[in-house]
């Protein structure tokens, strides 16, 4: 899609250059040609590919269940930044799928997470966005083995899920990707779903190396996904974050099978300095193992959300984990 526009702007551009040379020689004036970027199709797209772009969803064609219409739900036309995160989120820790009975259809989507460093991102982040998006309030629900989840039931948002934002139903672990409709529409929402998917899926750490405490910052991607690991590196090349990609294979016993792993990895002071300032987070536990890093220059590893907020609080010495 971006090459087509790329195309149409060049066939535009060259289709009336001799007319604008003519009419500027009329004038009295200098006629200055294209420049060289617009005459090169991989600079131009690269130039698209910055550009925010209004994209049309075209929720008309969903059909709403009657509970969907007694909830007065509504569908997003436009695509927006905070639609482009959920689209995040979802890419990271969201499963849907329409489960037919014997009597009945359901319609079920849930976003899951840790009961602790997560909770507070379903509570004040997620919820809201939920009902502003869609005029929609979900449940949060925790349960015994350690898991916070977001849920409902709604023949529309799947239905908008799949159609709109091209997002698979069922196990979506080895064919996820960054939906093509929000690469088409530039960095500008291209970054926040990037940043969903850093909130839910991504790990970020401290290792010593050759320090006396937790100074070198690593984030990092592990997924069945090779689509997209490679869509996500190519993005981080764009904003000027260096970033590798790394394949691990592995016997996995629960299948009886060799299984692939693939993840792309993002280190050292000034790349996460860069990322924070580019792509961010909304995630208040991940954005938390950032702030002791900063105001401390080191973050100590295997410490509780509750803790990190002990520590930034004042409450809690960080460097009283390297005394035990």
């Given at each position: 899609?971006?090459?087509?526009?790329?195309k149409?702007?060049?066939?535009?551009l060259?289709?009336?250059k001799?007319?604008?040379?003519?009419?500027?020689?009329?004038?009295?004036?200098?006629?200055?040609?294209?420049?060289k970027?617009?005459r090169?199709?991989?600079?131009?797209?690269?130039?698209?590919f910055?550009?925010?772009?209004?994209?049309?969803?075209?929720?008309?064609?969903?059909?709403?269940?009657?509970?969907?219409?007694?909830?007065?739900?509504?569908?997003p036309?436009?695509?927006?930044?905070?639609?482009?995160?959920?689209?995040?989120?979802?890419?990271?820790?969201?499963?849907?799928?329409?489960?037919?009975?014997?009597?009945?259809v359901?319609?079920?989507?849930?976003?899951?997470?840790?009961?602790?460093?997560d909770?507070?991102?379903?509570?004040?982040v997620?919820?809201?966005?939920?009902?502003?998006?869609?005029?929609?309030?979900?449940?949060?629900?925790?349960?015994c083995?350690?898991?916070?989840?977001?849920?409902?039931?709604?023949?529309?948002?799947?239905s908008?899920?799949?159609?709109?934002?091209?997002m698979?139903l069922?196990?979506?672990?080895?064919i996820?990707?960054?939906?093509?409709?929000?690469?088409?529409?530039?960095?500008?929402y291209?970054?926040?779903?990037?940043?969903?998917?850093?909130?839910?899926?991504?790990?970020?750490?401290?290792k010593?190396?050759?320090?006396?405490s937790?100074?070198?910052?690593?984030?990092?991607?592990?997924?069945?996904?090779?689509?997209?690991?490679?869509?996500?590196?190519?993005?981080?090349?764009?904003?000027?974050?260096?970033?590798?990609?790394?394949?691990?294979?592995f016997?996995?016993?629960?299948?009886?099978?060799?299984?692939?792993?693939?993840?792309?990895?993002?280190?050292?002071?000034?790349?996460?300095?860069?990322?924070?300032?580019?792509?961010?987070?909304?995630?208040?536990?991940?954005?938390?193992r950032?702030?002791?890093?900063?105001?401390?220059?080191?973050?100590?590893?295997?410490?509780?959300?509750?803790?990190?907020?002990q520590?930034?609080?004042?409450?809690?010495?960080?460097?009283?984990?390297?005394?035990?």
């Open positions: 899609m971006i090459f087509k526009a790329v149409t702007v060049q066939k535009y060259f289709s009336k001799a007319l604008l040379s003519k009419k500027a020689g009329r004038g009295g004036l200098n006629y200055s040609p294209p420049a970027w617009l090169n199709p991989f600079k131009l797209k690269k130039a698209f910055f550009m925010e772009n209004e994209t049309k969803l075209y929720p008309e064609n969903i059909s709403y269940s009657w509970k969907d219409k007694k909830k007065g739900l509504i569908l036309k436009l695509l927006s930044k905070d639609l482009a995160y959920l689209a995040g989120v979802h890419i990271g820790d969201g499963c849907m799928n329409i489960y037919r009975r014997r009597h009945q359901d319609y079920y989507y849930g976003i899951y997470g840790h009961y602790l460093d909770k507070e991102l379903h509570e004040t997620l919820v809201p966005l939920f009902s502003n998006l869609f005029n929609l309030k979900p449940t949060i629900r925790m349960n083995v350690g898991c916070c989840s977001v849920t409902f039931r709604s023949k529309a948002v799947v908008f899920y799949n159609q709109c934002l091209q698979p069922g196990k979506k672990s080895a996820i990707d960054i939906p093509k409709v929000i690469l088409d529409s530039g960095l500008n291209i970054l926040p779903c990037v940043s969903g998917i850093f909130d839910t899926d991504f790990s970020l750490s401290y010593k190396k050759t320090y006396a937790h100074q070198y910052p690593i984030i990092r991607l592990s997924v069945n996904s090779k689509k997209l690991v490679e869509t996500i590196s190519r993005i981080l090349n764009e904003i000027g974050i260096t970033n590798f990609i790394c394949e691990r294979r016997f996995d016993k629960r299948f009886d099978s060799e299984s692939h792993q693939y993840s792309v990895s993002v280190s050292g002071k000034k790349n996460l300095d860069l990322w924070f300032e580019k792509i961010g987070s909304r995630n208040p536990s991940r954005f938390s950032y702030k002791i890093w900063k105001k401390f220059g080191y973050c100590p590893p295997k410490t509780s959300y509750l803790q990190r907020k520590i930034l609080c004042g409450e809690l010495n960080p460097g009283s984990f390297y005394n035990k």
